[in-house]
Nanobody, 113 residues
Framework: QVQLVQSGGGLVQAGGSLRLSCAASGSTFSFDAMDWYRQAPGKQREWVAQISGAGNTNYAASVRGRFTISRDSAKSTVYLQMNSLKPEDTAVYYC???????WGQGTQVTVSS
């Protein structure tokens, strides 16, 4: 069974940076497409970014140019580097293993103005 354990996040001022990590157990991680979602209070979960097993990436328009998704298959870890953070980026962020359907536990990111 795949488990996704998230770390990182926290409180940062607008314009700052944070990096989220999502460490996976399970033999299929190296081949699995992974993505990040976020959910702000009172809002639906929103897709943020995706990375394929080959390393191809896609981003939501709201984060393109500020966020970078990457993966280290040797460490079975996916990252979300978030730069130029805005208050509207405040949310709980979740990593997701697309083919397996597993979710991380969620990590709070709070951006103060």
């Amino acid at each position: 069974q795949v488990q996704l354990v998230q770390s990182g996040g926290g409180l940062v001022q607008a314009g700052g940076s944070l990096r989220l990590s999502c460490a996976a157990s399970g033999s299929t991680f190296s081949f699995d497409a992974m993505d990040w979602y976020r959910q702000a209070p009172g809002k639906q979960r929103e897709w943020v970014a995706q990375i394929s097993g080959a390393g191809n990436t896609n981003y939501a328009a709201s984060v393109r140019g500020r966020f970078t998704i990457s993966r280290d298959s040797a460490k079975s870890t996916v990252y979300l580097q978030m730069n130029s953070l805005k208050p509207e980026d405040t949310a709980v962020y979740y990593c997701h293993d697309i083919p397996e359907g597993y979710w991380g536990q969620g990590t709070q990111v709070t951006v103060s103005s």
